[in-house]
């Protein structure tokens, strides 16, 4: 019994865990070197305790991963068959299938994030389809392949139909989709499939802990355990079942050393998900790690925490390469003439939080900037300036991008409030009846 043997080696274990715990590295290659040994691993960090994603190599072929996507196959299967009878899904369910077909590439498939990234449309029509069998598909001129099931191959290909064309009539003059089989919600090509997979394990995650107090157990693959084989060993009930009892007799938790004095602030948000926490969540994520000593203040973690949406924008090459380009989607130059002369419209529908352009753009001569030519609505705008901090090649930089305040439709006037009335200006002010608008 597999565990069986490797309790002799549990109380070793139990004594290095703590001095292994903190460095992200060494949590890394304790939890391999453990599931390497036939451990099963329960709460495995999918992420490092700071917040930091974990490297591609890790994402694509974590075996607690292939679990995660097993256990998500339920809801695909159900957004799959709505795809294909015409329902139309909430953008950020459509978001989460398309990661699901992207995991399905490099975790089931194990093919690598730079050839999904790359998975080409000509690629996906010259598949080759075996009737009841599934499909083969051939990746930059046969250097990788995939071989579908049936039910893989149903999956994309509602993508594929469903879903793609909807980012592709959103694409504008600036947008190319390159021929890209995985397209972003902007119909670019997506750029960091590695933010997207650490997305989607948050959400699988999130679905198995909803799932009741006690998340199942994340399997490591070496044990040669899949949800769908739980068959029992020496009749004396399942793996998990054996598992469960073993981890309640010596409870153990990798997380438990507490964090640096320097480092503690930033050791909750990482767990905390994508809107900001309230204190309660905080201070419950704190108790559950059970740290002793550095233990983190509730308001400083609240301080240190930056959303995880923020971040990727922070990375997103479109959002990079738009700010030096000065080019960007769904958005035009309109001339309200006398009225108020020039300003912009949105040509392509927004979601809310959607960058739509930055503020100021760079200087280039005798050519327009959008951010330059936003008209103001102290009473409705409709898109807001934040601060970023973008990640650049030659480093950070602190750009003002606009973000989509609400859900705004085609041909809507864009329109930010300058944060001015007419008191600004004293009395020269009174005669600015614009500014009432
Ligand atoms: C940053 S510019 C916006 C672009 C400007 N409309 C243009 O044609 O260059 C700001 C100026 O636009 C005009 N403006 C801005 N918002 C306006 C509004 N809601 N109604 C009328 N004029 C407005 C004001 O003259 C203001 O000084």
Sequence with gaps: MWFLYNYAEFGFYQQVLPTFCWARASRRSLVDHLENRGFFVVGEPLEDAHGAEPSSQETGHRPGHKRLLEMAEGRTEEACHGLLTGE??????????????????????????????????????????????GATIYFRDGADRAVFSVDEERWLGAYFTAIRPLYLTRKGEAADDQGCFFLGTTGL???????????????????????????????????????RDKSSVSGKGSRDDQWDAFVSEFPVTIGALAPSKDKRNLSVPASAGRQQPTKAKVAAIVAKEEWKTNVPSLPDVLQAWVSPLKAAIEDDKGVLKSVVEQRWKGIDFKDFREHKGRGVIATMPFSKGEVICDCHGKLISESDTFGRRMNDSGKASNVKPVVFQLNFADGP??????????????????????GVRRMSFRDEGMDLAWLDD
């Design 189 to 227: 090509p997506v750029a960091n499939p590695r933010s997207d997979l650490c997305r989607l394990w948050r959400h699988c995650r999130k679905i198995c802990e909803g799932a009741g107090p006690n998340p199942p157990p994340v399997t490591a693959e070496a044990t040669g355990t899949s949800s």
């Design 88 to 133: 139309r899904l909430p953008q950020h369910e459509m978001t989460l299938y398309r990661y699901f077909c992207m995991a399905t590439l490099t975790i089931t498939h194990r093919v690598p994030e730079e050839t999904v990234v790359d998975f080409k449309v000509t690629e996906w029509n010259d598949r080759q389809v075996s009737a009841g069998v």
């Design 397 to 418: 930089q602190d750009t003002v991008l606009f973000l989509a305040q609400r859900n705004i439709a085609g041909n809507e006037e864009l329109r930010w409030d300058y």
